[in-house]
């Protein structure tokens, strides 16, 4: 799967868009990227997913460049409790039981 | 909705002791992810199965097996049990290849 690359750490005010950037310059056609945080302690959570097209849910937006090798995941209205580790990782589309590499990943720390 | 359960949630073992721990998935979810997270670590994959056969294979130690049973439940079974096994042990599990991932909120291993 290919390497993504992702600043370790980042603040947003409360109330705030938080924007958390992440670069895959070496992605395949066949890779999706995930985007998942893991508050301290608990299982990693699912945030979204996308292969090219922009995505949203109830939770965030995905953002793709045209060419794909970068991301930007979106939390419109940042509240004290989105802050968490947040990965963003490529993961190929193959065959069954493909895992996802978790690396570094983004500390977002979100402040009153 | 339900949710990926695992037990228990903390043990304590001593060296050279045994340990099993227990993940049942969510219902319908055919595949079952086991991870390995160390304290101030990124969670690292351990070994995946799907349909009750074993897919993938990370970096899970020889002392260490796990199976999936007919209803789909898995079990990590540890043995010879060593300090640096001191982690949380996370399972996730998925309702078909290539969708996301969802983690429950670990066991806690404690090797004394």
């Known amino acids: 799967d290919a390497k993504t690359t992702q600043p370790p750490s980042m603040d947003c005010a409360e109330g705030r868009a938080a924007n958390l950037p992440c670069n895959h310059s070496?992605?395949?056609?066949?890779?999706?990227v995930y985007w998942y945080r893991q508050i301290h302690s608990q299982g990693p959570q699912y945030i979204i997913h996308g292969l090219k097209n922009n995505e949203t849910n109830e939770m965030a937006s995905l953002i793709i460049t045209e060419d794909r090798k970068s991301s930007t995941l979106i939390l419109p209205h940042a509240t004290l409790r989105d802050t968490a580790v947040y990965y963003c990782?490529?993961?190929?589309?193959?065959?069954?039981?493909?895992?996802?590499?978790f690396g570094g990943g983004t500390r977002l720390m979100v402040k009153p | 909705a339900a949710g990926v359960i695992q037990s228990p949630r903390h043990l304590i073992k001593e060296k050279r002791e045994t340990a099993t721990l227990k993940c049942y998935p969510i219902p319908r979810h055919d595949t079952v992810y086991w991870y390995q997270q160390g304290p101030g670590q990124d969670p690292q994959f351990l070994i995946s199965?799907?349909?009750?056969?074993?897919?993938d294979k990370g970096s899970i130690p020889d002392r260490f097996s796990a199976q999936q049973f007919s209803d789909y439940h898995s079990e990590l079974n540890m043995s010879s049990l060593e300090l640096g096994d001191s982690a949380l042990y996370f399972c996730a599990s998925s309702p078909r290849q290539n969708s996301p991932l969802h983690f429950g909120n670990g066991t806690r291993l404690t090797v004394t």
């Open positions: 990782i490529v993961r190929a589309y193959n065959n069954a039981g493909n895992m996802l590499t």
């Open positions: 199965f799907y349909e009750k056969m074993q897919s």
């Open positions: 070496t992605i395949s056609g066949n890779e999706y």
